[in-house]
Each structure stands twice: as C-alpha cells, then as structure tokens.
C-alpha cells in the first residue's frame, strides 16, 4: 500500500539555489509560515539559528521517511554498534571473575585425589568402613542392635520368659493357680452356705421350712433327701458330687501345669521356646551370610570396575549406554533412533558412526540425520576426533555429527561441550548422572543444526536467529558447567556459592532448551501451513 507524503506549505521554497555539490547542499529558503517563523524568532540570529533550522530540517526529513516506510539506517547502526561494545565490555569485565570463582569452589568436591565426595565414597566402602561398620553394629550376631532387642524381649532375663517360668511367683502358672483357687473356694464357700441349716436364709432352710408347712407327714422324707443332698456337696466323701467336680479341677489344674512347664519336652511352652530359639537362630545365621553377601558384592562391583576400565569392554559398556540414553531421548521427542556401528554405511566398508538419529515428522527438518560417534579409549586428539567425525557424516549422509569422548578418553585440553561447524564434541561421564545433560543438549542443539540447514526462508529468519541464541547459550552455560567442576578439585568452603550458581545455570540450560524446541516447533507450523 502505497503511502501518500503531506503536501509541502505554499510558502516554503520559492528560492531554492544549489550552491554546492557532493555532500554539502546550500540552500536559501524564504519561509512565511506563521509558526515556523515564531519558532525562529526564538533563537538568536546567526549560528544559533541557523543550527535550529538544520536540527527542524533534519526532524521533518525523517518524519517524512518514516511516513513512506523507510529507516533510519545510520542511527539504527550507531546504536547497535554501541549496544554490542558495552555488551562486549560487560561480559569481559564479569566473565572471569565468576569463573575463577565457581571453578575455585568446586575443585574442592571433585578432586580425584583430595576432593571430599571421592574421600567420602572411599571411606564408605572400604574395608572396615563406615557401611561395614554400620551393619555389624545393627545385624552382627554379638552384641548387635538386634541380637540386643531379641534378648530384652525374649532371653532369659526378659519379661516374656519370667511370665512363662513355672517357679518365678508371678508367673503364669502360679497365677492360674491361685486364680482357680480363689474361684473354687469361693464357689464352695457359696455353696456350703446356701446348702447349709445353721443360716435361716439359706436356700436349704428355706426350702425345709416350705416343706414343713406344706406336709409336716413328709418332714422325715424330706430330711433323708436333705441329708443325702448334703451328703452329694460334701468334700468328706469320695463319690459325692462337690468331690468329682473337685478331683476334675484339679485334674484340668495337673493338666495347665503340664503344658506350661520347661521340664517337659513335650509341653507346649517347651515346643514355643524352641520355635523361638530356632528362630533367633535362623535371624543370626541370616544377617551373617548377608554382611558376607553384601561384601563379597562391594569387592565383585569394585573388580568388576577395574578389569572393565583396563578391558576393551569397557568401550562397549560406554556406547552401549550412551545408545540408550539417546534412545530415550529419541523417543520423547518422536525421532527414529538406530544403532550403525556394526553395519557399513554409504562408504564401502566403512562402519564409522555407531548411532544415527532421523528427525521425525514433528520436526521442521523430517527425515533429516544426526551422526553419533562414541570413543572411551585414548587414541584421539581433537583433530583426529573432528576428521572421523566428517567422515561419519559421510558415511551416514548426515547433516550434522556428534563426537562423544568418555571422559577418561578426553583429550586433557578438551572442553567439555564445543562446536565446530556442523560438528559438536562432547566429554561424558557415563557413571555420572548429572553429566547427561551434556548429552541431551548436544542433542537439541544438533537438531537445531538440522534444523538451520534446511530452512532458509525469510519468515523462518527470526525463528533461526533465536536457535542460534539459544545453541550460544547453552555452549556458554556448559562451559560454566565445566568450569565449576574443574575448580570444585580445589577450592574449599563455598559450597553455597556453588550450589547458587549450579542451580541458575541448570534453569538457563532448560529455558535455552525449551527455547530450541518450541522455535522449531514453531518452523514446522509454518512449513506446514506455507
């Protein structure tokens, strides 16, 4: 849409002259224009006004340029070239100094040789050591924290064994006894008393009396019945009821004495305290067999790790994990993950490029290929790891390639995240698992490589600029990232000067992540809708 410039007052410009030629231009100007002529007046005579005129022209000049579309070319350059020096001064002026500092603190950590977490891991895991010495204290079957516990609850001193003893007088047998004792006599005693002629209000009295007054012909029936029931409730006579039921107590008496006593064998508290001796038994030879286990597995981890790191499978074990941690990451992001490194590729016989990544159909760059190669032993430099890479790229007809160093493998020189081109290389702890966001970053910055190569269209313009900020930043962060870790070896006492800054550094690396993903998120939209 075309844009229609104000039209110039009639008053302006009837004497125009050029005076001069190149980059000066003189011009007399008559001017008329009431307000105009008000704003001059304002100024004196001479320089002053002369450079109040320039200054209106020049305003009116860019009005009228801005009016039809265009910019300001000169201006929007100086800014930028003074906004980029100040930028430029501010990073030199504080980049060195938090390094040194985040590097200093955590030196004192990691140091193979004198850093606290190695000697801690040390000291618990030797022989004797604080783990040993944590479960023969607990489980060991001598004066153990269980084999304490078990004797309070069940030894020979414990209340449980008092409780169960037939000679101690307040154990259970005894106080059966003289619970049944006491329920007897005092059901005898009740008895007696109700069967008894001397009370008037017992129930035989009465029953005499009611006998009496009904039929006093019965009074010597009733007396003999009287007399024989007496006879059935007293303890003087062996066949007589209150006897047999006597003698059957007694009996049942006999019988709980039998069954809680210890000098029988066959007693059923004999029978429980040699479950719970068996048991005990069992429990001791149980934590014995696994503090032995638990020792016997440290030392086999611990050979295990030495022979792997002298063997050649220790380079297997490394790309093996390095494929599954980038199969899962394929599988999050709906790439196609495929294992190369046994098969040749497009170079005959040529098997250079162990995994090979193919963006899949969300991605802005569907079908394009990301080259993994893995390298755990020491026979490459930087030089020689950036040529095979290149090599792999061809290999695999990939656009981009990821060279992965084991970390003992490194180059010393070598940082631990840089980029070359359409080459990244990367230094990975595999037995660490903080180091996998090395990995996962090289994996989002590769795809935005993937990404750049393939889209150059103006509406994606600003979408790449934005990947290129962000892959900046994450090769800036985990610089960061290394840094600490290389200082951590030495330096002592700033451990929240560590933490702080790790933690800022880990939420800049996912926002600048995030940021990859949605720009290219973002790409394939467009595509998809051009």
Same mark, same amino acid.
């Given at each position: ?5 104000? !039209? ?6 009837? *004497? ?96 193979? =040789? ?7 891991? @040390? ?19 001598? *004066? ?29 047998? &005894? ?25 008037? @209000? ?105 022979? =792997? ?24 992001? *709906?790439?196609?993950? !495929? ?45 020689? =790891?950036?040529?095979?890479?290149? @090599?792999?790229?061809? *290999? ?66 600003? &979408? ?42 880990? !939420? ?23």
């Amino acid at each position: 849409m075309a844009t229609t410039l104000p !039209e110039l007052p009639a008053q302006v410009g009837a *004497n125009v002259a050029l005076l001069g030629e190149g980059s000066v231009l003189v011009l007399r100007l008559e001017v008329t224009d009431p307000e105009v002529l008000a704003e001059l007046a304002k100024h004196a005579e001479g320089p002053d006004r002369e450079k109040f005129a320039l200054g209106a022209l020049r305003l009116g000049v860019i009005a009228l340029r801005q009016a039809s579309g265009q910019l300001d070319s000169a201006a929007v350059r100086e800014a930028g070239q003074e906004i980029v020096g100040k930028l430029g001064e501010l990073l030199a002026e504080r980049g060195g100094d938090i390094a040194n500092q985040i590097g200093s603190t955590l030196r004192q950590y990691f140091d193979p =040789a004198t850093g606290a977490l190695p000697q801690r891991i @040390e000291s618990l895991i030797k022989g004797d050591g604080d783990l040993e010495r944590a479960l023969r204290v607990h489980l060991a079957p001598e *004066n153990s924290t269980i084999a304490r516990t078990l004797a309070a609850y069940v030894g020979d001193d414990s209340p449980l064994f008092k409780l169960l003893s037939p000679d101690d007088a307040q154990g259970l047998k &005894a106080r059966i006894e003289s619970m049944l004792n006491q329920v007897l006599e005092g059901q005898q005693e009740k008895i007696l008393r109700e069967f008894s002629l001397d009370s008037e @209000e017992s129930a035989l009295s009465r029953l005499v009396r009611k006998v009496r007054e009904s039929n006093g012909e019965l009074a010597t029936d009733v007396k003999e019945q009287v007399d024989g029931l007496i006879g059935e409730f007293s303890l003087d006579k062996e066949d007589s009821a209150l006897s047999r039921l006597v003698k059957k107590v007694e009996s049942a008496q006999e019988l709980i004495g039998k069954s809680l006593t210890l000098d029988d064998e066959g007693s059923p508290l004999s029978r429980l305290k040699r479950e719970l001796t068996t048991t005990i038994a069992g429990l001791v030879e149980n934590n014995t067999k696994f503090q032995s286990e638990v020792r016997e597995t440290i030392a086999g981890l611990q050979s295990y790790r030495e022979a =792997a790191a002298q063997s050649t499978l220790h380079g297997l074990a490394f790309e093996d994990q390095l494929g599954q941690l980038l199969a899962g990451e394929a599988t999050r992001l *709906n790439d196609i993950h !495929e294992s190369t490194g046994a098969t040749t590729g497009a170079i005959s016989h040529c098997k250079i490029g162990d995994f090979v990544t193919t963006l899949g159909s969300d991605s802005a760059a569907s079908g394009a290929r990301i080259v993994w190669e893995a390298k755990s032993n020491k026979g490459y430099d930087l030089a020689g =790891a950036l040529k095979e890479i290149e @090599e792999g790229r061809k *290999n695999r007809q990939a656009q981009v390639g990821v060279f992965v160093f084991a970390k003992e493998a490194a180059p010393e020189s070598m940082e631990p995240f840089a980029r070359y081109g359409n080459d990244l290389m990367i230094v990975w702890n595999s037995d660490d698992a903080s180091a996998d966001l090395y990995v996962k970053a090289a994996y989002s910055v590769a795809r935005a490589l993937v990404v750049r190569e393939t889209q150059h269209t103006s509406e994606s313009e600003e &979408a790449l600029n934005e990947i290129e900020l962000s892959t900046r930043e994450i090769e800036k962060q985990i610089e960061y990232l290394a840094q600490i870790k290389t200082w951590a070896e030495t330096v002592k006492g700033n451990g929240e000067k560590i933490a702080d800054r790790a933690g800022r550094m880990h !939420e800049v690396l996912l926002k600048a992540v995030e940021e990859l993903d949605r720009q290219l998120a973002a790409i394939k939209t467009k595509a998809s809708q051009d």
